[in-house]
Structures are given as structure tokens and as C-alpha cells.
T-cell receptor, first 116, second 114 residues
Framework: EAQVTQNPRYLITVTGKKLTVTCSQN?????MSWYRQDPGLGLRQIYY???????DKGDVPEGYKVSRKEKRNFPLILESPSPNQTSLYFC???????????????FGPGTRLTVL | AQSVSQHNHHVILSEAASLELGCNYS??????LFWYVQYPGQHLQLLLK??????LVKGIKGFEAEFIKSKFSFNLRKPSVQWSDTAEYFC????????????FGGGTRLMVKP
């Protein structure tokens, strides 16, 4: 089954304790992206990757890091989490960049992170 | 930078009522437009999309949306809602100069009373 998986699904941690949220897709997609979802703000893009070893900042990259060593994996790293990073995080993937035709993004199930 | 506005944050309807959710965007060039739905506890699913052609697009589960270029709008409609349509709905825009980047609206939370 074609899917995007994220782990963990739920995480409670404390300020300053480094954490990693994993994202994996099995569709051979070049493009992967991380979003955070906050009430009333919709989804905001954190980082995206157009292919292996190619990453770039989205709208809200502060406090986050990513890496893309393999095509299928795109982990999100919080080196020193803070309470304002408490949010619901979604990973997404799609085929390569292209305006014509645009390639639909497929979303993972989400990771609910609480930073105390 | 492009932005997307969804003016209805919360909507409560009774079953069989008609639904229209507003979406306006701020980019003046070529756009691709989307509506996503998020059922409680689930991830986002694509309802429908507009790339070009007929401005009235039909999606899954009886939803449709109309692209009105002059109004920079892409409103979502359904003639008769069901209790199972209770969810949060997000409008999203991909602008011509933004690659694969999607900009989302703030979401509209729909509750349908049985």
C-alpha cells in the first residue's frame, strides 16, 4: 500500500531534550515536506526537500532541522525543543516538482508533539 | 508572498443543509487550487483540485468548487451535507512561482448535527 508513515504518532517531551520525528514514504517520491498545524493557522511549511541531499526552508524553519540522505526518509529534528513547538506535525510527499502537471501531495497520519 | 484566507472558522449545519465554504487567495498569476479534508483524528485527504479548464470542479463525496479568477476565490460547496461530513476543511494554493509549495488557509471546522 502506497503511504507516508510517521513515528512517533504522539510524543510528550521536556524543553531542551533533542528529538527526531521520522517520516518515510514508499512511493519513490522525490519531493518531501514537513508542515506544522496550529489552530486557526492551517498548515505552515517548515522545510522541504526536492531530492536526496537537497533541502530548503519553508515558512517557519526556526528551531528545526531536516536531512535527506535517502529518497524515502525525511526526518525532522528538534535540537532543543521549546513549548512554542507544541503542535501537530505532518509529513508529505509527491512526485518531482512541476507546475504542469502539479503533483498531488500525500500526507502522513501526523505526529502530535507536546513540549513541557 | 501568497496567502490564503478562509473566513468561516466554524460552521454548524443540520443534515441536508447546503454548504458553502469561502476561500480567497492573494496571488495574481497562474495558480493551482485545492481543498483538503481532515476527519477527526485523521490525516489530510484531497477532496478536489483545479489546475485549468472548467472552473467548476467536482470532487469526491459530492463536493464541488468553483474557481472565480476575477474574485480570487475557490469556494467549496455541497448541496446536502451529512453527519459524516463533520471535519475540518482546508483550502490550499500552489502559485506559479512556488514549485511544489502549498500555502494553506487557516481551516474551517464544520460540524453537522444529525
Amino acid at each position: 500500500e502506497a503511504q507516508v508513515t510517521q513515528n512517533p504518532r504522539y510524543l510528550i517531551t521536556v524543553t531542551g531534550k533533542k528529538l527526531t520525528v521520522t517520516c518515510s514514504q514508499n512511493m519513490n517520491h522525490e519531493y518531501m515536506s514537513w508542515y506544522r498545524q496550529d489552530p486557526g493557522l492551517g498548515l505552515r511549511q517548515i522545510y522541504y526537500s526536492m531530492n536526496v541531499e537537497v533541502t530548503d526552508k519553508g515558512d517557519v524553519p526556526e528551531g528545526y532541522k531536516v536531512s535527506r540522505k535517502e529518497k524515502r526518509n525525511f526526518p525532522l529534528i528538534l535540537e532543543s525543543p521549546s513549548p512554542n513547538q507544541t503542535s501537530l506535525y505532518f509529513c508529505a510527499s509527491s512526485l518531482s516538482l512541476g507546475q504542469n502537471p502539479y503533483n498531488e501531495q500525500f500526507f502522513g497520519p501526523g505526529t502530535r508533539l507536546t513540549v513541557l | 508572498a501568497q496567502s490564503v484566507s478562509q473566513h468561516n472558522h466554524h460552521v454548524i449545519l443540520s443534515e441536508a443543509a447546503s454548504l458553502e465554504l469561502g476561500c480567497n487567495y492573494s496571488y495574481g498569476g497562474t495558480v493551482n487550487l485545492f481543498w483538503y479534508v481532515q476527519y477527526p483524528g485523521q490525516h489530510l485527504q484531497l477532496l478536489l483540485k483545479y489546475f485549468s479548464g472548467d472552473p467548476l470542479v467536482k470532487g469526491i463525496k459530492g463536493f464541488e468548487a468553483e474557481f472565480i479568477k476575477s474574485k480570487f476565490s475557490f469556494n467549496l460547496r455541497k448541496p446536502s451535507v451529512q453527519w459524516s461530513d463533520t471535519a475540518e476543511y482546508f483550502c490550499a494554493v500552489n502559485a506559479g512561482n512556488a514549485g511544489n509549495m502549498l500555502t494553506f488557509g487557516g481551516g474551517t471546522r464544520l460540524m453537522v448535527k444529525p
